[in-house]
Structures are given as structure tokens and as C-alpha cells.
């Protein structure tokens, strides 16, 4: 597990959990929203080349966007790992788990991005 920055992890988890709620998600949505964050920063830390990466997110009508930079120019690639690999999985859960995701290059390193819909 990785534990680099932690507090930075729980943070940024709990305004994203804090910010769905006072916007009224549902919970199953949120937890949707925190799991893909969660995974997105800890590849960051894991692949970014970045201990601190950039955490935004935006309510727009009923789309939620949340963007992760880091200094990196690799841009991620879904695997298929091994049966019983403990790592590997992550843009599978985030694609699962997210109505869409994307990645940016940008001048110094990229953005990972991922957009959920309000359920109606």
C-alpha cells in the first residue's frame, strides 16, 4: 500500500466526500467518487514522478469532474495483470467505476481525469 502524503489522500478525500454531499449525491456515488480519487492520486505518487500531485474537481450542472496532474509526460496504460497480482488494476477500477476518464498531456507532465453523472 502506498502511504507517501497520506494526509494529502484523506484530504482531498474528504472535501470531495463533503462537497457530493452538501450537493446532494447519493452515497453509492460518492464512494464511487472517492474510490477513483483514491486510486488516481496513489498512481500519481506511484508513476508521476511527483510526491504532492494536483487534485481539482468541478460541479457543472449534473457532471462531477476530478483532474490529478503530476509532473510525469508517461501517460498510464490499462494492463491486465496477473490472476492474483496484488497492483495493476487501477484504470480498471477507475473506468468502472467512472462514466468517463481521459488523460491530457500538458506541458510539464499530464492530467488524469475522470467525470461521473448525477443519478436522476
Known sequence: MCTRNSPSLTLARQALRDALARSGWDSETVLAAEL???ELIVNAWRHGATTAPVVLFSLLGGTLRVVVS???DALPQSRT???LAETGRGLQLVEGLTHRWGVDPQKRGKSV???LDRAA
Open 36 to 38: 477513483a480519487l483514491a
Open 81 to 83: 495483470p496477473a490472476g
Open 70 to 72: 503530476d509532473e510525469s
Open 113 to 115: 481525469w475522470y467525470e
